[in-house]
């Protein structure tokens, strides 16, 4: 698969390009296209985002712009449409600026320090909350039920019900059950207030410039809306404080990292009320448990997250992998909760 030459051509000065695959997103088709010196990102959107999406991108780097922070841009085509329809599968193209950097899977990728980028990244994630506190827009795209952690747990509760002849049911089930479990125990942060947020904060959606710990921007905007910041934060320590990645089943919770990226928040001028850090490590935990849950009903329904071709036999496969590594991750952070409680309390008192 390729950029059809029809949509490339609505961006004239692409037209005679070669795009290239770019980047391990595990959603939307992505291509890099160069021409005349300028680069561009294009991307086919996943069934799950409309084109609506591209409304709230520009809205919000534009005003992510006026404050002077560095973020892509929607590029628009000739004739100043936002995206352009796929000839055959109907689904929006839409291209955005490149902007120059290094964009890692796993925080301890040498040769810097994983600590000193998970303090940049949040220091650089706390000036994107900051400067979009005053932003005026309604979400055209509203993904609802994003963190509706109840409707995953029912998702997979279905899955397991639907899917009793699959090949890795057994295996998935036995995980499930245990998911499930301690789903129904899960505390309710739904009293805390919406924010502005990326809403997909692995560290892969973080732009570092190339051989430091510099954090240049944020990437990757389809999720952006109104969430809690516990789940915003949460889904980021997630992925950061995981260095063993997600292809694992033994994943831990490096509390070094973790301090790190709570500090660098802080430091980057991050105001968490007080209800809102002390539920940090709960949103930390629930986007865990939330996660190994999708993955797992995935693993079944094979129907949603992209999977690697090379290293796995089926799409379930690697989405069982991913959901046991997420489980390990949640089993981790209940551990070492205590450890966790600590460094917030020092970071915001």
């Excluded at 609802?144 to 899917?163: Q, W």
């Excluded at 090379?310 to 209940?334: C, D, M, T």
């Amino acid at each position: 698969m390729t950029i059809p030459s029809s949509v490339l051509s609505r961006w004239s000065r692409f037209a005679a390009s070669t795009p290239r695959p770019f980047g391990t997103g595990l959603i939307n088709k992505t291509y890099l296209v160069e021409a005349g010196g300028e680069r561009a990102v294009f991307q086919r959107l996943h069934p799950v985002f409309a084109a609506s999406v591209n409304e709230d991108i520009d809205a919000v780097t534009r005003h992510l712009e006026r404050k002077g922070l560095l973020t892509p841009r929607l590029l628009l085509t000739d004739d100043g449409a936002s995206s352009v329809d796929d000839p055959e599968t109907g689904r929006p193209w839409r291209a955005l600026s490149y902007v120059e950097g290094e964009s890692v899977d796993r925080l301890d990728t040498p040769p810097i320090d994983g600590t000193a980028r998970a303090h940049a990244a949040a220091a650089l994630v706390a000036r994107f909350h900051t400067a979009l506190e005053d932003l005026d827009w309604q979400y055209r795209h509203v993904r609802v039920g994003v963190h509706d952690t109840d409707k995953h747990l029912f998702a997979l509760d279905d899955a397991l019900e639907r899917h009793g002849a699959h090949r890795l049911w057994q295996d998935a089930s036995a995980l499930g059950a245990q998911i499930l479990e301690v789903g129904a125990t899960l505390p309710s942060l739904a009293a805390l207030p919406l924010r502005h947020c990326h809403g997909d904060l692995k560290i892969s959606n973080v732009l570092f410039e190339r051989g430091t710990s510099r954090g240049l921007c944020l990437v990757d905007l389809d999720t952006l809306g109104r969430m809690i910041l516990p789940f915003e934060l949460g889904d980021a320590l997630r992925s950061w404080c995981n260095p063993r990645g997600e292809d694992v089943d033994d994943a831990d919770v490096d509390v070094a990292i973790f301090a790190a990226a709570v500090e660098g928040y802080a430091a980057g001028g991050g105001r968490p009320s007080a209800a809102e850090a002390s539920a940090l490590v709960d949103g930390l935990f629930t986007i865990c448990v939330e996660l190994s849950a999708r993955f797992c009903a995935d693993a079944l329904d094979e129907s949603y997250f992209g999977w690697d071709e090379r290293r796995f036999p089926g799409r379930g496969e690697h989405n069982l992998l991913r959901a046991r590594g997420q489980w390990a991750l949640a089993q981790a952070a209940a551990r070492r909760r205590s450890e966790l409680d600590t460094v917030v309390r020092r970071a915001f008192g």
